[in-house]
């Protein structure tokens, strides 16, 4: 029996002494790498998150300059006490990772964003190829953590566990431990990602394709989803729906994970098909 949880239906469309070597100042700056950087950018402030974008990478004598802007969402100004930043490429491949002092970036008034600059040391860099499309984040598995008065980060903790958000109150408890084994088996992620794995599948008698995912969120802040598209492929590794769904109401905490049912409509039945495995992949 497909478990009744919440449910989307497809829509229509090193820790170690900082020195001031690590704050870059403007006139130690190339001037073009200064102007890439400080060039009007869109807004970035997402109400209750503090997030990193990513402006431009430069090498510099074997270290590199990285410009960001970080961005406050919170009601209340936010303050590092250490900034612990890694920078990886589309696939996720650590390409730098080192911790700066808090005091590179200051304190961010509330619902504003700010320019900064960091440099990468040679020490701490750990490719020579720096792609285009590459990315700098929080990094979840360092030691340093922001600090402040802003709500909603958490730790990471050494190893991801994770635990279930909320589920169903009608749930009978050896269901609940049934899931609860199921989410402490599934393969482990890195720290940074969100990951959805298939639970349950069926096909209805009007032949609704329903399916229940477990969404595991292992980055260091909330995730809130607007619209997720999504493709599903059976045992035979052949698709056999796909939709995008309207789920403004998903919202995932910290290291938590959470169970929702997409109603991916009628699927045309023009052969068989096998559900005993399958998989669910994010539309890119």
């Known amino acids: 029996m497909l478990l009744d949880f919440n449910k989307a239906k497809r829509g229509a469309n090193p820790d170690s002494e ?32 503090v997030s990193i974008q990513l402006t431009s990478v430069s090498p510099a004598d074997g270290a590199l300059l990285v410009g960001f802007f970080i961005s406050n969402g919170y009601s209340q100004r936010l303050k590092f006490k250490r900034l612990p930043l890694v920078l990886i490429d589309s696939d996720r491949k650590v390409l730098a990772r080192q911790t700066f002092g808090g005091e590179i970036v200051g304190k961010v008034v509330a619902g504003s964003e700010k320019a900064c600059v960091v440099r990468f040391h040679p020490d701490n860099i750990y490719s020579q190829d720096i792609p285009e499309g590459c990315q700098v984040c929080f990094d979840v598995e360092a030691k340093g953590k922001a600090k402040g008065k802003a709500k909603g980060k958490a730790k990471a903790p050494q190893s991801i566990e994770f635990k279930y958000q909320t589920l169903p109150e009608n749930l009978p408890v050896s269901q609940q431990q049934d899931l609860e084994r199921i989410l402490a088996k599934l393969p482990p992620m890195k720290p940074g990602e969100v990951n959805f794995s298939p639970l349950c599948a069926k096909i209805t008698t009007q032949n609704d394709l329903l399916t229940t995912v477990i969404i595991r969120n292992s980055t260091d802040k909330p995730i809130d989803f607007e619209q997720i598209p999504l493709v599903v492929f059976d045992a035979n590794q052949e698709e056999i729906a796909r939709g995008q769904f309207d789920v403004k109401s998903l919202a995932i905490e910290p290291y938590k994970a959470i169970l929702w049912t997409f109603d991916f409509g009628q699927v045309i039945q023009d052969r068989d ?10 539309v890119k």
């Open 18 to 49: 900082f020195s001031k070597k690590d704050t870059i100042e403007e006139n130690q700056m190339e001037q073009n790498f200064e102007e890439k950087l400080f060039e009007p950018q869109p807004s970035a402030v997402n109400e209750g998150r």
């Open 273 to 282: 098909i096998d559900l005993l495995s399958w998989h669910v992949s994010v």
